[in-house]
């Protein structure tokens, strides 16, 4: 039976090749257009899941593919990789360089392997089930915060936390030392790496987090659901992720 990291080369790859598509169009006057759901789409999110995609149809035939932009492949496969190439396809577009592509490997629809890729900062954090997160090689860890009252909490933006959800988080956030804004995945990765201590988030698709588990766990956090539960293929998209065990449980009971 294969292990997780035996795919590493494979999703390094696949961050290499996302890479070299996205960074010639970054600050550029890119085509931008609108997708059913009114989110932006460009050349960029299209040209790199394409690339990715041909790496996988080369190597890995039988695995399946769910992406973003073009849909999905085999998704009752045993394992299936998960594709976000432009996470944070606003910030892109503006030239502001918090964007990251994602590349997540489910088996048996749990994530195992995630790669957290900022292409214009250099930046490439690696999570595999069982193993250390690494930020461009060197082993991370998120930070020791057990306090709510100290607390750093990120969100992507208040427009995603709508009626009873708003309504929960805004009695987390009253409780924490302060909130930062904006940030999409790139938040799970500072927060694995210190900066953050709590980011919560509600209406994530599979491709939105499935990279993002294995990062936080290797770098001892903890990521749930809204009501504790694992991550998997099947989640309702609520995301709580916390720097340690203890802030986790007090972030849960506002959020339950």
């Keep these: 039976m294969s292990h997780p990291a035996d795919f590493l080369p494979l999703a390094q790859r696949l961050a290499d090749a996302a890479r070299a598509f996205i960074l010639p169009y970054y600050r550029t006057r890119l085509a931008v257009d609108d997708k059913l759901d009114a989110s932006p789409v460009t050349l960029a999110d299209r040209g790199a899941e394409q690339a990715m995609r041909a790496l996988l149809a080369e190597h ?44 997540g490997l489910l088996h048996h629809g749990k994530p195992v392997l995630g790669i957290i890729d ?28 057990t306090d709510l009252a100290a607390t750093r909490l990120g969100s992507t933006g208040p427009q995603y936390l709508q009626a009873t959800a708003g309504e929960r988080f805004a009695g987390l956030q009253a409780r924490c030392r302060f909130t930062v804004w904006g940030g999409d995945a790139y938040l799970y990765a500072l927060l694995a790496c210190g900066g953050y201590d709590l980011v919560v988030e509600s209406g994530l698709k599979l491709h939105d987090f499935a990279a993002l588990v294995p990062v936080v766990q290797g770098a001892g956090g903890t990521m749930t659901d809204w009501l504790g539960g694992e991550l998997n293929k099947d989640s309702d998209g609520s995301v709580l992720v916390a720097a340690t065990a203890a802030l986790h449980e007090q972030a849960l009971a506002y959020l339950r």
Excluded at 68 to 88: K, M, Q, S, Y
Aim: charged content about 20%.
């Design 60 to 103: 890995t035939p039988e695995h399946g593919i769910i992406g973003e932009e073009f849909g999905r492949e085999r998704d009752g496969a045993e394992w299936v990789w998960v594709l976000d190439p432009v996470d944070g396809t606003k910030s892109f577009i503006v030239g502001r360089p918090t964007f990251c592509t994602l590349i």
């Design 118 to 145: 900022q292409p214009v900062l250099n930046e490439r954090w690696v999570g595999v089930a069982g193993l250390p997160t690494t930020l461009n090689g060197s082993v991370v860890q998120t930070s020791d915060v």
